[in-house]
T-cell receptor, first 112, second 114 residues
């Protein structure tokens, strides 16, 4: 069975701290996406990672992909309250276009 | 450029009724996808459509669910004879072409079956 596992599922951090969210997947893929979802809202695309060793950064977030380990990480640097949201990774397992397998999400709460 | 537009935002149906969810993709996007999200879960792929064609419906339940994307007008996800287990958020997404571009999601329709 194709699986995408995120951990942790819940993360409470203080402002200013660093932390990493992990996304493991069960089969070969070289396309991985990170999305952010605010409560009751839609999903916003954060990063598209398309090759082994890909690293992308936007503000306080940095995402990387290791296709050999089947692992992606989302690193948060010096967290601020505005980063509070649920973060999803999604993997293209080689099926049809747009048929992504999503993790369950990591609910991040950044406290002052 | 308007984003992906879904309506209604909230839909309440009694068991046995029909639910129709509408999605207009972003301008210039010809690929539409429907996903379902249960509470505290990630999104589950349902169907991928292009104009007048269903490309991949591997995630659609075999009964009661259907989807279309006509030549003119929005894509429609139709659920017949709804049951309580159909209560979920249904998201539509679109993309411009069949390469590894990120999906652009709408705000979703939250279906509640009473």
């Amino acid at each position: 069975e194709l699986k995408v596992e995120q951990n942790p599922l819940f993360l409470s951090m203080q402002e200013g701290k660093n932390y990493t969210i992990y996304c493991n997947y069960s089969t070969t893929s070289d396309r991985l996406y990170w999305y952010r979802q605010d409560p009751g809202k839609s999903l916003e695309s954060l990063f598209v990672l398309l090759s082994n060793g890909a690293v992308k950064q936007e503000g306080r977030l940095m995402a990387s992909l290791d296709t050999k380990a089947r692992l992606s990480t989302l690193h948060i640097t010096a967290a601020v309250h505005d980063l509070s949201a649920t973060y999803f990774c999604a993997v293209d397992m080689g099926g049809s276009q747009g048929n992504l397998i999503f993790g369950k999400g990591t609910k991040l709460s950044v406290k002052p | 450029n308007a984003g992906v537009m879904q309506n209604p935002r909230h839909l309440v149906r009694r068991r046995g009724q029909e639910a129709r969810l509408r999605c207009s993709p972003m301008k210039g996007h010809s690929h539409v996808y429907w996903y379902r999200q249960l509470p505290e879960e990630g999104l589950k792929f349902m169907v991928y459509l292009q104009k007048e064609n269903i490309i991949d419906e591997s995630g659609m339940p075999k009964e009661r669910f259907s989807a279309e994307f006509p030549k003119e007008g929005p894509s429609i996800l139709r659920i017949q004879q709804v049951v309580r287990g159909d209560s979920a958020a249904y998201f539509c997404a679109s993309s411009p072409f069949a390469v590894a571009s990120p999906l652009h999601f709408g705000n979703g329709t939250r279906l509640t079956v009473t």
